[in-house]
């Protein structure tokens, strides 16, 4: 399985219109695909949930949101960009420019897209690749540097 | 200089990772030789050796879930959250660099290296009561063994089973029987598991035998001149007293000779010593007393109010599932089949189910108000109701018993002053759904309103009397 099977064009956003850390989570859990999605509500409950536990702003502007879900079917990323910058109580404090909502199912079918998800977790810690996802302005700009971990 | 981590998140999808990276990356730029063993949802990852450890300056552990040190004594151990680790990596090497790391010990540094990081935990402690984490970590090692063992004995019951003067029984020698044999196996290991996990939760490995010994000569009465063990009530006792037991030797000082042997010897044994003899000596011949003085009071209430008989064996029946105060209850019903009163097994018999089946209501309907280990038992906990057997609710009890235990109470009783009040009788002695579709229950109307209202009323004074899950882990 390679990433790009996790995320998709569709479900990228460059201007995402949420002014609020609630208001983005729904947002992007909308933008990802219906195919991989059993329960829309149960998968943004759970990754709610998974946000009251600690917040998911892990620093530099960005944030990961992600839950294990019996809503979600496969596997999936929904990536989204805000030039406002979001409170999201993160561990710097600063505001979050760029948001990475990953949706996992809660039975494993295969480890394959956990591989994945954790090499995406470690690429976060790259400043370069961060900055290249700051300073990216398209959908397919988004794709194709997060294609090529 | 060599370190060796470990890091861990909740989820086990994103933050574990992170943070190992990141330790990585701040080593790299230090010239510090690292190696992280990632606990993440995909299992334990670049596990570390004993040489790994054993060459290693020090040990930092980022974690939000507990991890397992022994393996570390003697070792300066950092332990932060996992999200220190990818926000101050840099800061966390440096403590080892500067040696401001405290060393490890089995036996007293613990509270030592657990100052440093007070102040980071100091929030997460004050959300979760230790004593319901221990509850909570026996009760999750134990589920597997309540479902395996409940639902194989439903099934060989079900459809093995003949309703017979002593219960349900399965000719010996068919294919069922060996079905049903293979679940009481499960359902022996139950309280062991329990208590053994609860211990160790308290007091790392050194408490695990202590515990499970203790559990088990808790469960089984014979070791006392009980007829009956003392459930799973009598288990957690066991797996607390021996988790704090092993916990208090480990504190003692002792000479630096005998350190090593420690936590693999002498805290063990002692340990064990002490809970297996308190239970045999000190507990037991309580247990075996108040039995005997149950079974009286129950034979002096014949031939008196029958709806207030049937509130007790109600509240009996549910209060320890499967304890002395069960066991005397059943009995008892069970005697009196025999001597022409089946109306009083009648009343057993419905409240034998609703524990099980009100938790399994109550988990389904309230999900907040429970851990998702809980939930998954209130799945299997229905389908043990339907056959009678009340254990399917102990894992749910066990975890928060002082909520949990009062709501199935409070359904049994309700299940049996219903069945009492509707003239229900059971010809056999067994409980749950499953001995009328057997046909042995006379006014089998009464006895299902008796269950549906025991299940709704013990569902909903555990939704009252709950808490939300605070943190799942």
């Given amino acids: 399985m390679e990433i790009d099977t996790l995320v998709q064009e569709d479900a990228v956003s460059v201007a995402l219109k949420s002014t609020s850390r609630a208001e983005a989570l729904e947002e992007m859990v909308d933008l990802l695909p219906a195919s991989a999605l059993q329960d829309k509500n149960q998968c943004l409950e759970d990754i709610q949930k998974r946000e009251q536990e ?96 | 200089m060599k370190l060796v981590g470990i890091t861990s998140c909740p989820n086990g999808i994103a933050h574990t990772y992170m943070a190992a990276e990141n330790l990585n990356k701040a080593a790299k730029e230090k010239g510090i030789d690292i190696k992280v063993e990632t606990q993440g949802s995909i299992g334990v990852e670049n596990e570390l050796t004993e040489e790994d450890i054993e060459s290693a300056d020090g040990v930092v552990i980022a974690a939000d879930k507990t991890v397992e040190k022994s393996r570390f004594e003697g070792k300066p151990v950092l332990e932060v959250a996992s999200s220190d680790a990818i926000r101050r990596a840099d800061e966390l090497l440096a403590q080892f660099e500067n040696k401001e790391v405290a060393t490890y010990s089995e036996r007293s540094g613990k509270e030592k290296a657990k100052e440093k990081i007070e102040e980071d935990k100091a929030k997460k402690k004050k959300k979760q009561n230790p004593v319901y984490r221990h509850l909570m970590n026996g009760v999750s090692y134990m589920i597997p063994f309540v479902v395996v063992g409940g639902l194989l004995i439903a099934i060989s019951l079900s459809l093995g089973g003949e309703p017979t003067e002593d219960g349900l029984a399965i000719p010996e020698g068919t294919f069922w029987s060996a079905i049903n044999q293979l679940g009481g196996t499960a359902f022996n290991f139950m309280v062991p598991i329990l208590a053994g996990f609860i211990a160790m939760s308290i007091a790392d490995r050194p408490g695990l035998a202590p515990g499970m010994i203790g559990g088990f000569i808790a469960n089984d009465g014979s070791f006392y001149g009980s007829e009956a063990g003392a459930g799973f009530i009598g288990g957690i006792l066991a797996g607390f007293l021996a988790g704090y037991i092993a916990k208090w030797i480990k504190e003692v000082k002792v000479p630096e000779m005998i350190q090593p042997i420690m936590p693999i010897l002498i805290i063990p044994i002692l340990a064990s010593l002490a809970v297996g003899l308190i239970f045999i000596y000190v507990l037991g011949a309580p247990i075996a007393g108040l039995m005997e003085a149950m079974t009286n009071g129950l034979e002096g209430m014949e031939g008196g109010s029958r709806i207030l008989l049937g509130i007790i064996l109600g509240a009996m029946i549910s209060f320890d599932m499967g304890g002395p105060f069960n066991k005397v209850a059943f009995l008892f019903g069970a005697a009196l089949i025999t001597q022409g009163q089946p109306e009083v097994m009648g009343a057993i018999a419905a409240a034998i189910c609703t524990p099980p089946l009100g938790m399994g209501l109550a988990s389904l309907l309230f999900k907040k108000k429970f851990e998702k280990d809980e939930r998954e038992a209130g799945k299997a906990a229905v389908a043990m109701g339907l056959v009678g057997i009340t254990e399917g609710a102990i894992p749910l009890a066990a975890a928060d018993p002082f909520r949990v235990i009062p709501s199935i109470m409070a359904g049994g009783m309700t299940a049996g002053a219903i069945a009492m009040l509707g003239g229900v009788a059971d010809h056999v002695p067994h409980g749950g759904p499953v001995v009328a579709v057997f046909g042995a229950i006379d006014n089998v109307i009464m006895f299902f309103i008796a269950i549906v209202i025991g299940t709704i009323v013990t569902a909903l004074l555990a939704n009252v009397l709950k808490k939300p899950v605070v943190e799942g882990s």
């Fill in chain 1, 54 to 149: 600690g917040s998911t702003g892990i620093g530099f502007g960005f944030a990961i949101p992600h839950g294990k879900s019996n809503g979600v079917q496969q596997a999936a990323i929904a990536i989204g960009k805000t030039e406002e910058g979001l409170e999201w109580e993160s561990l710097d404090g600063k505001p979050v420019e760029v948001i990475f909502l990953i949706a996992v199912p809660e039975e494993n079918a295969g480890d394959d897209h956990l591989k994945i998800l954790q090499q995406l977790s470690r690429k976060m810690m790259d400043e370069t690749f961060r900055d290249s996802l700051k300073g990216a302005d398209t959908k397919k700009q988004i794709v194709d540097i997060v294609s090529k971990i």
